[in-house]
């Protein structure tokens, strides 16, 4: 699980998930010191990644008839995503 640079301090997984799905702003606050984070240039590969396949997939899955396998799938990666994430101090480029 993903801990706070500045305070080592844990973040929970559900304040992850809920970040996740908010894109709005890059950065997050640490629960515990209020310190600004953000997510590493790998998180962001990987969440721009997951955004880029997940329309793909339903495509095929719609194209094949395999939807319910599709939505099984889908919500289990968005339920197991919070722990792929890293944070950093510093704002790091996608690419």
């Known amino acids: 699980m993903t801990h706070c640079v500045h305070c080592k301090g844990k973040l929970p997984w559900s304040f992850i998930f809920k970040r996740l799905l908010i894109v709005k702003r890059s950065d997050i606050q640490c629960p515990s010191c209020h310190q600004t984070l953000y997510f590493t240039s790998r998180s962001k590969g990987i969440l721009f990644g997951t955004t880029i396949l997940i329309p793909v997939l339903f495509v095929l899955a719609f194209m094949l008839g395999y939807m319910t396998l599709f939505v099984v799938i889908t919500l289990g990666w968005m339920l197991i995503m ?13 690419f």
């Open 82 to 94: 919070p722990w792929f994430v890293d944070v950093t101090e510093k704002d790091e480029p996608l």
